[in-house]
């Protein structure tokens, strides 16, 4: 079982969902970098439960504890630590699922790979909640990238069906996306976003979830980052979003409508403008080769529906091998893209500051 990733930005995420606390240790942050602790924790309310009556009813403020490596607001050491305090937790509620396993969860994969030693409590280091040591780090690299004149947007693309306006993605609308940040739920569109929440009510008194997709744009971008093959930038960043849990897919441009499309229309022919190489139009998501071209980064994700819903489901007992019924108490979400946002801006954060301290200082 491994918990680390990166290159040169080595990052390590520690803890489980029910335990004290959870956390992050992180290797090659630049020394001497300032962070903004209100931009932090404002980033880290993003992802945080509880934050609106469209999420789970757990809830964690979130609050960053740096116990190493940080002096005030400075990165004073090549390692820092943080750490977040679980607080509000209900470990009875998941005791059932020792023995009766919930669909679509890791309970029995766990259960047969680790023979019950795991913490399970609250899906223990499987839980989402482990994606706020991941938004720490994340928030830190875009502050940076943010000095560098990069930055990291995303909206929900759709929840069940319901879309929200589409990015142009030669010249995405930055500021747009930005709006969405403060929103329960974060789309442009006003009437997406009405449609939605009434969605959102009737899962939810249904006892059930609904599936969504997330779309990260990323602007600022040298032409380089990334390399052919094996460490290719869109596969550092799928790597870290199959990590997350629920994510069930990952585009990038056009994604899957480049089965339908013609060359002639898919290929991104170039072009002279102030100056500037660029290209027409962005089909490949600001990536040829495995390598960044200058154009905006494109990326979406698709989200499944939360697993744990409150109607009841078939299952089994494994100590008794026989079927069984299951309805699962406790705090879910009822779409788990809606948190997922600042998760898909923390990874992508993570991955291009990786391959720029790479470069040793040439982007």
């Given at each position: 079982?491994?918990?680390?990733?990166g290159?040169?930005?080595?990052?390590?995420?520690?803890?489980?969902?029910?335990?004290?606390?959870i956390?992050?240790?992180?290797?090659?942050f630049?020394?001497?970098?300032?962070?903004?602790?209100?931009?932090?924790?404002e980033?880290?309310?993003r992802?945080?439960?509880g934050s609106?009556?469209?999420?789970?009813?757990?809830?964690?403020?979130?609050q960053?504890?740096f116990?190493?490596?940080?002096?005030g607001?400075?990165i004073v050491?090549?390692?820092?630590?943080?750490?977040?305090?679980?607080?509000?937790?209900?470990?009875?509620?998941?005791?059932?699922?020792r023995?009766?396993p919930?669909?679509s969860?890791?309970?029995?994969?766990?259960?047969i790979k680790?023979?019950?030693l795991?913490?399970?409590r609250?899906s223990?280091p499987?839980?989402?909640?482990?994606?706020?040591?991941?938004?720490?780090?994340?928030?830190?690299?875009?502050?940076i990238?943010?000095?560098?004149?990069?930055?990291?947007?995303?909206?929900?693309k759709?929840v069940?069906g319901?879309?929200?306006?589409?990015?142009?993605?030669?010249?995405?609308?930055m500021?747009?996306?930005?709006?969405?940040?403060q929103?329960?739920?974060?789309v442009?569109d006003?009437?997406a976003?009405?449609k939605?929440?009434?969605?959102?009510?009737?899962?939810?008194?249904?006892?059930?979830?609904v599936g969504?997709?997330?779309e990260?744009?990323?602007?600022?971008?040298?032409?380089?980052?990334?390399?052919?093959?094996y460490?290719?930038?869109?596969?550092q960043?799928a790597?870290l979003?199959?990590?997350?849990?629920?994510s069930?897919?990952?585009?990038?441009g056009?994604?899957?409508?480049?089965?339908?499309m013609?060359?002639?229309?898919?290929?991104?022919e170039?072009?002279?403008?102030?100056?500037?190489?660029v290209?027409?139009?962005n089909?490949?998501?600001?990536?040829?080769?495995?390598?960044?071209?200058?154009?905006?980064l494109?990326?979406?994700?698709?989200?499944?529906?939360?697993?744990?819903i409150?109607?009841?489901?078939?299952?089994?007992?494994?100590?008794?091998?026989?079927?069984?019924?299951?309805?699962?108490r406790?705090r879910?979400?009822?779409?788990?893209?809606l948190?997922?946002?600042?998760?898909?801006?923390a990874?992508?954060?993570?991955?291009?500051?990786d391959?720029?301290?790479?470069?040793n200082?040439?982007?």
């Open positions: 079982m491994t918990s680390s990733f290159q040169k930005l080595k990052i390590t995420i520690f803890g489980h969902s029910h335990g004290n606390a956390g992050l240790v992180a290797d090659g630049p020394l001497g970098t300032k962070i903004d602790m209100d931009k932090l924790n980033f880290m309310k992802r945080a439960p609106s009556k469209y999420t789970t009813r757990r809830r964690e403020d979130d960053v504890e116990i190493a490596g940080v002096e607001d400075r050491a090549n390692t820092i630590c943080a750490i977040i305090k679980n607080k509000d937790t209900i470990s009875s509620d998941y005791e059932s699922f023995d009766i919930r669909p969860h890791a309970d029995y994969v766990s259960n680790y023979q019950g795991l913490d399970m609250g223990g499987f839980s989402a909640r482990l994606t706020a040591p991941l938004c720490i780090g994340g928030a830190i690299a875009l502050q990238l943010e000095e560098r004149g990069i930055e990291v947007r995303s909206h929900l759709q069940g319901i879309h929200d306006v589409g990015i142009d993605y030669v010249n995405p609308d500021e747009g996306l930005s709006s969405c940040r929103k329960a739920i974060p442009i006003p009437d976003e009405e939605i929440k009434s969605l959102l009510e009737e899962v939810k008194a249904n006892q059930d979830s969504g997709e997330v990260c744009v990323v602007t600022g971008l040298p032409v380089g980052l990334g390399e052919p093959n460490k290719s930038f869109e596969s960043i790597s979003v199959y990590a997350v849990p629920g069930r897919a990952i585009s990038f056009r994604g899957f409508e480049a089965a339908t013609l060359g002639s229309d898919h290929n991104d170039f072009q002279i403008l102030d100056g500037k190489v290209t027409k139009t089909n490949a998501g600001g990536l040829v080769g495995g390598i960044t071209n200058g154009m905006p494109i990326f979406s994700v698709v989200m499944k529906p939360t697993a744990s409150s109607k009841e489901q078939s299952s089994i007992s494994m100590r008794d091998m026989k079927e069984a019924k299951l309805r699962i406790g879910h979400d009822p779409c788990i893209a948190r997922a946002l600042p998760i898909m801006e990874l992508a954060a993570l991955v291009i500051l391959f720029m301290e790479i470069s200082g040439k982007f």
